[in-house]
């Protein structure tokens, strides 16, 4: 029941993954990563559901990215890359990782910071908090994202080239990650560019059921 | 006296200027930006007065970049470049903007993001906080960082490329800053490599006499 859905608590660290599915790696004409990166996106890009809209920055070529969050449960340093890192995870979230594709280009052509073109207010629609019960293996979900009901992206977390216990050692083996702080785990392949406007709805299927918790839908 | 001493408050947001005083740039070999531009730090990397040593990461080349960090005094969006913006900065802090410079280079050759090489845990040691009616001219002070009792980096802040309402007002034209959060305003020439154990010692004068509040001792 909707009245019962929580919304996340507001984060310090948001850390996210790139690159973590090939398909999506080959259409954007990227190289295949031999270990995970992640970016850093500030907590004011957080869109709380029912929030919008997007606010898309004047130049920008506005892209969406579909991605599963996870949502920190306690200051964890260094975790292990095995099963034991999930613990870590009090529960899950879909989030879409904004991006502004033009400016990334640009910071990646000059070995620029990715800071502005991910970084920009709005730029991290959230659903609301799914409980870790709810998703039995984070690994066999589907994430799907549509943009004015077309349906743009669609792939199962099997696909991630890192599982997320990879990408949880990673990223702790750089900084702590703390309570409430988000991991973005990558986003799957049909990544593409939304105008002022659309409406850009996405969620995730566990068994082929649509968690109410997971979805997004916002302009 | 030492026990009036403030530290800082945990920000959420560190924003981090690049290349914003010009022998820096052409140390490193850069290229000089029409734009101002940043990075992000997490609030992990921050190491309180007599809270270190600073970690070395396995196989990095670390360097130290003394800065004049800037403290936000409440939410402020879309400040003006204007004298104007000077009013959102509650106080100072002198910080090292600890770097991986060899993950730096490969992360630029690649075009990717600057949050590992610039991230790792206590990677920004800081000051105590520096009220800003000590600072009466934030344009018009000394920074300097000795490695060894040996004078690294010692130059006037009137040296910065772009002032502080100008990246005050481009940070901000991106992502609102809260109470708290950080600006570090770049680093002048004569950075360079720190191995474990060394001390580094820096601060900050204003008309010739150091700020007690802006030293920093870590080794
Ligand atoms: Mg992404
Ligand atoms: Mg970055
Ligand atoms: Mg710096």
């Not at 690159?19 to 999506?24: E, F, L, Q, S, T």
């Not at 200051?75 to 870590?88: D, I, R, Y």
Request: hydrophobic residues 40%; charged residues 25%.
């Amino acid at each position: 029941m909707a009245s019962n859905l929580l919304r996340l608590s507001r984060p310090r660290t948001i850390a996210c993954i790139g690159r973590n599915y090939a398909d999506h790696i080959a259409e954007l004409g990227n190289t295949r990563p031999t270990e995970p990166f992640y970016f850093l996106k500030p907590a004011t890009t957080i869109l709380q559901p029912k929030a919008g809209p997007i606010l898309a920055p004047k130049n920008s070529n506005l892209h969406y990215e579909v991605e599963l969050a996870a949502v920190i449960g306690s200051t964890v340093e260094e975790l292990p890359n095995s099963k034991e890192a999930l613990k870590a995870v009090k529960g899950w979230a879909v989030g879409i990782d904004m991006t502004a594709r033009n400016f990334q280009e640009a910071a990646k052509k000059k070995g620029l910071p990715w800071s502005l073109c991910k970084g920009f207010k709005t730029f991290l629609p959230v659903s609301h908090f799914i409980p870790a019960s709810k998703i039995p293996n984070p690994h066999d979900v589907e994430l799907y994202l549509k943009v004015n009901g077309e349906l743009k992206q669609c792939d199962k977390t099997s696909l991630m080239l890192f599982d997320i216990p990879r990408l949880l050692q990673h990223v702790t083996s750089v900084m702590p990650l703390e309570e409430d702080d988000l991991l973005l785990t990558g986003t799957p392949k049909g990544v593409g560019p939304v105008v002022d406007g659309d409406l850009i709805e996405a969620g995730i299927r566990v068994n082929g059921i649509e968690l109410e918790e997971g979805r997004i839908e916002v302009r």
